[in-house]
């Protein structure tokens, strides 16, 4: 029973993070068509969701090569 509230509210927590991180990406892309040379501002986005997008860069990379080391392995085995 304890599980499954945590867990539910895990999943709840993840949905707005993800939520909130779409929200100031929109809110930043918005700032920066009105000023595009206003720096004062511009890296709100990355300051306050640095490891979620680390994390994101990292899954890409380890995604990236994860296919190229398949399909080396496949096109070597024909």
Do not use: C, W
């Amino acid at each position: 029973m304890a599980g499954e509230a945590s867990e539910a509210h895990a999943h709840s927590t993840a949905e707005d993070l993800v939520v909130e991180l779409y929200k100031d990406f929109e809110h930043e892309v918005a700032r920066e068509v009105h000023s595009p040379h206003d720096s004062s501002q511009s890296d709100v986005l990355v300051r306050k969701h640095i490891n979620g997008l680390a994390i994101t860069f990292f899954i890409l990379i380890a995604l990236s090569l994860s296919a190229a080391i398949v399909g080396y392995a496949i096109y070597t085995r024909h």
